[in-house]
């Protein structure tokens, strides 16, 4: 498991969330696979609606995980948002211990667009 989604599942522990790390290592291959494309982790909460997917990588790379979410998975991640659920970016800098994310969102027009926050 990389030290980025251990960083986020402790991140989400102490948050109160039920969280499971959803990406799959392919043998032989060399090769990750997040579920749908865009997420690592899964995470509930009792009394919050909906299920959050985490992205969880460095603070230099939140930018290519976006791209590649757009390009890539727009259709999964607009169905995913559309359903009621968030997705966050988990961009870890200073080996865990200062915390950036970025939040996908649905606007009107259903143009997936991505905003700074916290979590």
Same mark, same amino acid.
């Given at each position: ?5 251990k ?20 043998? *032989? ?7 749908? @494309?865009f =997420?690592?982790? #899964?995470? /509930?909460?009792? &009394?919050v ?5 985490v ?5 230099s790379?939140?930018?290519? *995980?976006?791209?590649k979410?757009?390009?890539?998975c @727009?259709? =999964?991640?607009? #169905?995913? /948002?559309?359903? &009621? ?9 200073d080996?865990?211990?200062t915390m ?10 259903s143009?997936?667009y ?6």
């Amino acid at each position: 498991m990389s030290t980025t989604i251990k960083y986020s599942l402790e991140f989400l522990k102490n948050l109160n969330y039920i969280a499971e790390k959803v990406e799959q290592w392919i043998p *032989h291959t060399s090769i990750r696979k997040d579920l749908f @494309g865009f =997420a690592d982790i #899964i995470a /509930i909460k009792e &009394g919050v609606k909906g299920n959050l997917a985490v992205q969880s990588t460095t603070k230099s790379e939140i930018q290519s *995980h976006c791209d590649k979410a757009m390009e890539e998975c @727009g259709v =999964a991640l607009r #169905i995913w /948002i559309e359903g &009621g659920n968030t997705f966050i970016i988990h961009g870890w800098i200073d080996k865990g211990k200062t915390m950036k994310s970025v939040e996908a969102k649905l606007s009107k027009d259903s143009i997936i667009y991505f905003e700074e926050c916290k979590l």
